[in-house]
Nanobody, 116 residues
């Protein structure tokens, strides 16, 4: 399974970015985004079930929106009102059913840098 993430970059505080992550397979369950800032542990940013139930970290509620296109096996993260503390490598993940159980797969990460 391959996950291709894109959309990261450098943006000024208050700006917006949209991340995308496309999976190479079907039978996808939950999808999500995590991030890891320098010197910190990886943390959940947002997740979305196949039925589009969403969950957000408190730090991004009201600013970030996660969505998915099941026909394209793609998950998106719209990030608005970005802050310098949002600077991190963002990783997408998907849960895929393999016939008898679910497995989690990770994308390669895309760097988001927010300047003050």
């Amino acid at each position: 399974v391959q996950l291709q993430a894109s959309g990261g970059g450098l943006v000024q505080a208050g700006g917006s970015l949209r991340l995308s992550c496309a999976a190479s397979r079907n039978s996808i369950g939950a999808m999500g985004w995590y991030r890891q800032a320098p010197g910190k542990q990886r943390e959940l940013v947002a997740s979305i079930t196949r039925g589009s139930t969403t969950n957000y970290a408190d730090s991004v509620k009201g600013r970030f929106t996660i969505s998915r296109d099941n026909a394209k096996n793609t998950v998106y993260l719209q990030m608005n009102s970005l802050k310098p503390e949002d600077t991190a490598v963002y990783y997408c993940n998907v849960d895929i059913f393999g016939g008898s159980n679910w497995s989690r797969y990770w994308g390669q990460g895309t760097l988001v840098t927010v300047s003050s």
